[in-house]
């Protein structure tokens, strides 16, 4: 038992320091700090400085693009990514659809899809969930009936996080309503400009649009979009869901939220509340911190039993729900240490190129919106209740 | 023991249960809050001939005469509505504050206009460092020759844009701590030197911050007596809690209710979701909390309606115990609506939203938990 770093693991991680000090744009870091709404060009400018770097693959394969890092180094890059307040990859490209091409896919649609999608050429979003079909998602039913060379779709689906971004869609649909229901469903990549695709945005809760309805009515989408056999869709989806695991559980992040909210208690900001001194809430926030130390040391094990060449197994959903929940009450104390301030809706002052005075601390209101938004990580990838289903049927046996 | 209401309870129960049903469904409620002023002045104006405008105050006043047991029912039932209407902001904090402590002549001058609508006075104490502990703020008012000077900021003043005046609470002698040295004063909102900076609060409600710079006032300005306005207006937010805490409940019925229809209808694997056994407990825990948090509410609007020796302590109990509530059923609410949880189209995210802004506002649940540890 052993987690020092060698002397090559340093290097790798004074390089990643260097990476963010230099080549990380300027703005972009600005606009985190100041928790400015990113745009769409911002994404993708940051996401081009990565793949630059040759970093954009973090989970690839070397053969198409890929960084081969070990587990270590991706937790080394995790950490010092959120160290320096770096965006979330959006990952629908790079981190979800990408291990499907290149594992499923055929040399052509590897040959047509992975470069742009390692250079951010592209933005993919994900088709599953349907308005009937969220925990089950099996029973889906947007359909795909094949014409010719073609499939003719049709269907709606929903919850389609940053589709009004997206060139493409990568979905799950129904080629069969014979059998099992897991059975009938095929992997089928469609382009969002093909007629008969449309884009209808959802609101949330924090008042953003963040996530869309797509419509699909006879959309014609070529066959050789069709990913591996028609029928084994499913198996694919829950190969990419082992992907989706790694770094499933944010830890780096919370680490860094956790750093911040330290500031933000020590800040003696005479427009807030003094926390250090409520033993109450100093509480919540310690236990936080040791709930987070033991997630991290969980997913540590995790990661060495993957790196030994054991693929994550069931109880890596503790991850999820784990990292959700430390997650989700970092956010909640953030709004406590905001107080009062985390009353106002102010929105303006978080687009960019607002002047100006704030309202409250610059960091106060947005407390709100962070936390009414993240509570959808207890429920977007398999909702902590399914994860439980999970860790009790396939862990426990029960 | 006698739980059952009286009839100035049923009477307000029944008429506002009717408006909510009537005339407040969800999508009017999003209309009025999306609107420029936030809210609706006829059915302000409505409100005052239901006589709610009239329910705390004494009744040599032109009053019902009622008290925090009385305005809890009515309370709740807002609550279920999420009304958007001042009610709390203007009549139990401000109106309650010129009923308890204002002079006969101001009582006089002021209280006739707000009790038929047609004048708006919000309470302005709340600093963004001490949204509860009056003795903490740092807004002074100087006696001058001939009367007072302000300066300062009040934080986050609920309807501060809509105010057509403002108790403000600063301090006239003393020290940071003192509970000797407040006094409240009545201000115009167009006075010289005073500026409001309005916004939207994350509950669709309005609330501004103020600032003060030399708003020179006379001596008339002051409310009831100089120096002496710690203990009245301390009284009147201890109400504010209990009043926020009946709001809290009413809330969290509507969303045990929301929440449990909404499980028999949406329908994954074969079965309503309602059918799950995780679910069904859930529920059970979110039903018990909300149980909990009422019966705290009964027990602390009886202690601050007879104004027992420890009513205070039992208002900050309440604020504890429904913030633990709020917290649970709020967020259990959204869980299990799925996505349609977080979505701005349904109104459980609202009502969550809601219950999130009553647990900041007049001191938090950790920061009242925190005053009972230190004071056991
Ligand atoms: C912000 C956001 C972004 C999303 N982005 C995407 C995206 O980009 N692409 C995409 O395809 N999908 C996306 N999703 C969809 C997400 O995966 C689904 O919301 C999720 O799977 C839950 O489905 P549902 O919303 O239909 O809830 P439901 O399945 O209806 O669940 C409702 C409640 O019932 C519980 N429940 C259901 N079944 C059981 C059971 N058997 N036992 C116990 N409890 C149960 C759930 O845990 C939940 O609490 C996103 C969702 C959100 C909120």
Redesign the interface.
């Known amino acids: 038992m052993n987690i020092d770093l060698t002397e090559q693991e340093l290097a790798f991680q004074k390089e990643v320091q260097d990476f963010f000090a230099n080549d990380f744009p300027k703005d972009i870091k600005d606009k985190q700090d100041k928790g400015i709404y990113l745009k769409k060009d911002d994404h993708i400018r940051w996401q081009k400085a990565l793949y630059n770097k040759g970093w954009a693959g973090i989970n690839w394969p070397v053969e198409h693009g890929g960084t081969g890092w070990t587990a270590t180094q991706k937790y080394i890059y995790a950490n010092e990514a959120a160290k320096a307040n770096a965006p979330r990859i959006v990952p629908f490209g790079l981190t979800m659809v990408a291990p499907v091409i290149f594992t499923y896919g055929n040399d052509e649609q590897k040959q047509r899809f992975l470069p742009d999608i390692l250079a951010s050429n592209v933005w993919w979003c994900q088709g599953y ?1 349907e308005p ?1 079909a ?3 998602l099996a ?1 889906l039913k947007t359909k795909a009936v094949r014409d010719g060379d073609h499939y003719i779709v049709n269907g709606t689906k ?2 389609t996080t940053l589709g009004q971004h997206a060139d493409w869609i990568f979905c799950l649909v129904r080629t069969d309503d014979t059998g099992r229901k897991q059975q009938g469903i095929s992997f089928l990549l469609i382009d969002m400009k093909t007629p008969g695709v449309s884009v209808h945005p ?4 924090d ?1 953003t649009h963040e ?1 869309n309805e797509v419509h699909f009515e006879d959309v014609r989408v070529p066959a050789e979009n069709l990913i591996g056999q028609e029928g084994q869709g499913w198996t694919y989806a829950k190969v990419l869901l082992t992907h989706e695991r790694t770094g499933i559980a944010r830890v780096a992040e919370s680490k860094a939220l956790l750093a911040s909210l330290k500031r933000m208690v020590n800040s003696d900001n ?5 926390m250090k001194d ?4 100093m509480t ?1 926030l310690i236990e936080a911190e040791i709930e987070l130390k033991a997630l991290e040391y969980t997913e540590l094990r995790v990661l060495s039993a993957v790196s030994t060449g054991k693929a994550p197994g069931p109880e890596s959903s503790i991850l999820k729900i784990k990292g959700t929940e430390i997650m989700q009450l970092l956010n ?1 104390l953030f ?2 240490v ?9 929105p303006e002052q978080y687009q960019d190129g607002f002047e100006g005075d704030t ?3 610059r960091f106060a ?1 947005k407390t ?2 962070t ?3 993240n ?2 990580v ?3 990838g398999g ?3 399914i994860q ?2 999970i860790i009790s049927k396939q862990v426990l046996g029960l | 023991m006698d739980f059952s209401l009286n009839d100035i309870q049923e009477m307000m129960r029944d008429s506002a249960s009717k408006f909510i049903q009537k005339e407040y469904d969800f999508e009017t409620r999003r209309k009025l809050s999306k609107s420029e002023d936030g809210f609706s002045q006829k059915n302000w104006e409505l409100f005052a001939e239901l006589g709610w405008l009239a329910l705390p105050i004494d009744e040599d006043q032109g009053g019902i005469g009622g008290t925090v047991l009385d305005t809890i029912i009515l309370q709740e039932e807002l609550g279920k509505g999420l009304v958007v209407e001042p009610y709390f902001p203007c009549i139990l904090l401000g109106a309650n504050l010129i009923n308890s402590f204002a002079s006969d002549e101001q009582k006089e001058a002021l209280l006739g206009p707000i009790l038929e609508g047609s004048k708006k006075i919000t309470l302005a104490h709340s600093e963004g460092h001490s949204p509860f502990d009056i003795s903490q703020i740092k807004t002074v008012a100087e006696k001058t020759n001939n009367g007072f000077v302000i300066n300062g900021k009040k934080s986050v003043v609920l309807n501060a844009q809509h105010a057509d005046e403002l108790l403000v609470v600063a301090r006239t002698s003393g020290n940071t701590g003192d509970k000797s040295g407040l006094s409240v004063f009545v201000v115009s909102k167009d006075h010289p030197g005073l500026s409001i900076r309005g916004y939207e609060t994350n509950d669709g409600l309005r609330a501004g911050d103020v600032t003060f710079v030399n708003v020179t006032l006379g001596a008339e300005a002051v409310l009831g007596t100089l120096d002496d306005a710690f203990g009245p207006v301390q009284k009147v937010l201890l109400e504010g809690i209990v009043n926020l805490a009946g709001e809290a409940v009413g809330i969290m019925e509507k969303l045990v209710d929301l929440t449990g229809e909404y499980l028999r209808i949406r329908e994954q694997f074969n079965a309503p979701i309602g059918k799950f056994q995780a679910l069904q407990h859930r529920c059970a825990d979110m039903f018990m909390e909300k149980e909990q948090a009422k019966s705290m509410l009964y027990f602390a609007a009886i202690e601050t309606a007879k104004q027992n020796d420890d009513y205070e302590k039992a208002c900050a109990m309440l604020k504890v115990r429904i913030g633990n509530a709020a917290r649970f059923v709020g967020q259990q609410a959204v869980q299990l609506h799925g996505g349609m949880g977080v979505t701005d189209e349904l109104s459980v995210g609202h009502y969550f939203k809601r219950l999130t802004t009553l647990n900041a506002m007049l001191g938090s649940r950790d920061y009242h938990l925190n005053e009972l540890v230190k004071s056991a």
């Open positions: 969930s009937n969220g925990s089950d029973s929903t919850w959802i609101i949330t809760i008042g996530v005479d427009q807030l509340m003094n409520n033993a109450v809430f919540r909640e709004v406590e905001a107080g009062i301030y985390a009353l106002p809706y102010v309202v409250g601390p209101p709100s919106a936390y009414y938004n509570r959808k207890s429920i977007y909702t902590n209740e439980k289903n």
